[in-house]
């Protein structure tokens, strides 16, 4: 039998994971099966996925169903080109699909193979759509700080997050951040976009791109009218609005996408992660009428933007049945209903111990913080390391979940699969007690009673 851990760090390099801690400790867990919420490893242990992964699997493993249609497509046609015009059924249906799902007034999509590609390929189509209209000054993207986008190259530049930019020194021009609006009223956020705007130039302003809630800068939620007046503030400069719908997207929230919460409508909407819920890769672009318009008017020759994957027919096919799923099932409905029964029993948590500060769920997407004194909302030292000792607690108790820890904050994150029942919620619930409860207690007098 090959030993997997020692090839495990003698060939993988892992992606946003600590290689010092790889090769001092090996892989955390190497995963072999999935079933439902749950997850295997090669050493038999199981696991609660109560973060669907990377926030993606959202119609939970080993759905036959998903893999029987990659089965009949690769038998039929596994792959062609979408370049140079030539088409393919199951691409042209899923966009069909994904203009029916999406707000009104966006119908056409260009796809790609994941979140960052999705990003890029807004940043460009959006400078392109300037420039065909005559108005190629506008080439400069707002974003917000700990805001992620991914990590290809203009995404790493519009994720406002600082640590991704300073592993390579890496960011290109034309991307500027403003405050998020988390833990700030909407005016201040607001106010700090229109400062930014004036401060850059108002004619150069090409676009403003945001998560409906911030995934991975701790699933930080805006003020309810936030993006109701992100849109009139757009409107006022003529600058398009992006909504990047990575996390958010596909019943996640409790919605088919995150910005339905807010009654608004964007100019552009990348996507990935839950439209095959992982199970193959792809993402893409939505567009608006009025873009998609300009392009086909004004787009002269070679739109010189397009991956090999691009409107991939095994990938779409995996999508669309992915789609059928969360509709044939109710997933959207039960991402609310299952998210309200988490959020109940974090809230119950929060009653019985003394270091959790505040604790939230849209649909299924949600956190906990701890806080040294929940009254104040102080934060532990960061040497204290107290949202990874969580994170290892509840690996021990089996529930693999993620920690988000700069910035001085501990907050451990919650996406479980949109399959979950209220048994399974309420094991969750069970366990988080149980592993908080164990970390408050190594604590020991650091914490107010
Ligand atoms: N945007 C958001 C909001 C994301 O959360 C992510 C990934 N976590 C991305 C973009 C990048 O997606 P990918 O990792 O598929 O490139």
């Known amino acids: 039998m090959k030993d997997l851990f020692e090839l495990d760090k003698k060939h993988f390099i892992h992606p946003t994971s600590s290689i010092k801690q790889q090769q001092e400790q090996g892989a955390k867990s190497i995963m072999k099966e999935g079933d439902g919420i749950y997850l295997t490893d090669t050493e038999g242990k199981t696991y609660i996925d109560a973060m669907s992964s990377l926030w993606n699997v959202n119609i939970g493993h080993g759905r036959k169903e998903l893999a029987e249609a990659a089965k009949q497509q690769m038998e039929t046609l596994a792959f062609s080109s979408a370049f140079s015009t030539f088409s393919n059924e199951p691409a042209i249906l899923l966009a069909e699909k994904i203009a029916e799902l999406s707000p009104d007034g966006l119908n056409a999509v260009f796809f790609t193979s994941g979140g960052s590609e999705s990003n890029d390929s807004a940043f460009k189509l959006i400078r392109h759509y300037w420039k065909i209209k005559g108005e190629p000054e506008r080439n400069k993207i707002i974003a917000l700080k700990k805001g992620y986008h991914g990590v290809a190259t203009a995404s790493t530049s519009a994720t406002g997050i600082p640590q991704f930019w300073e592993m390579a020194d890496l960011t290109v021009p034309g991307f500027v951040h403003a405050e998020s609006p988390y833990e700030r009223g909407t005016k201040p956020s607001i106010d700090s976009i229109r400062e930014v705007i004036e401060r850059e130039g108002r004619e150069q302003i090409a676009a403003f791109i945001a998560e409906p809630i911030q995934g991975a800068g701790g699933?930080?939620?805006?003020?309810?009218?936030?993006?109701?007046?992100?849109?009139?503030?757009?409107?006022?400069?003529?600058?398009?609005?992006?909504?990047?719908?990575?996390?958010?997207?596909?019943?996640?929230?409790?919605k088919m996408f995150g910005l339905e919460h807010s009654g608004v409508v964007p100019d552009m909407m990348t996507f990935a992660k839950g439209v095959t819920s992982g199970y193959i890769p792809l993402g893409g672009v939505v567009v608006s009428d009025a873009i998609h318009n300009v392009l086909k008017e004004k787009s002269s020759g070679t739109l010189f933007h397009g991956f090999t994957y691009s409107g991939h027919p095994t990938a779409a096919a995996v999508a669309l049945k992915n789609i059928d799923i969360i509709e044939r099932e109710g997933l959207v409905a039960n991402s609310q209903a299952m998210g309200?029964?988490?959020?109940?029993?974090?809230?119950?948590?929060?009653?019985?111990?003394?270091?959790?500060?505040?604790?939230?769920?849209?649909?299924?997407?949600?956190?906990?913080?701890?806080?040294?004194?929940?009254?104040?909302?102080?934060?532990?030292?960061?040497?204290?390391?107290?949202?990874?000792?969580?994170?290892?607690?509840?690996?021990?108790?089996?529930?693999?979940?993620?920690?988000?820890?700069?910035?001085?904050?501990?907050?451990?994150?919650?996406?479980?699969?949109?399959?979950?029942?209220?048994?399974?919620?309420?094991?969750?619930?069970?366990?988080?007690?149980?592993?908080?409860?164990?970390?408050?207690?190594?604590?020991?007098?650091?914490?107010?009673?």
């Open 219 to 254: 699933v930080l939620v805006p003020p309810e009218d936030y993006f109701k007046e992100v849109r009139q503030l757009c409107d006022d400069y003529g600058i398009l609005f992006v909504a990047d719908e990575v996390i958010t997207g596909f019943g996640r929230t409790g």
């Open 340 to 449: 309200d029964e988490l959020l109940k029993g974090f809230r119950q948590i929060k009653t019985e111990l003394n270091i959790v500060g505040d604790v939230r769920m849209t649909g299924l997407l949600g956190a906990m913080e701890l806080v040294e004194d929940p009254e104040t909302n102080k934060r532990f030292s960061p040497e204290l390391q107290v949202a990874p000792k969580v994170i290892e607690a509840l690996h021990e108790r089996g529930v693999v979940c993620r920690a988000v820890t700069y910035d001085s904050t501990d907050i451990i994150c919650f996406a479980p699969p949109l399959i979950i029942n209220k048994a399974q919620v309420h094991m969750i619930v069970a366990k988080l007690h149980d592993a908080v409860l164990s970390v408050q207690k190594q604590l020991g007098d650091r914490v107010s009673s």
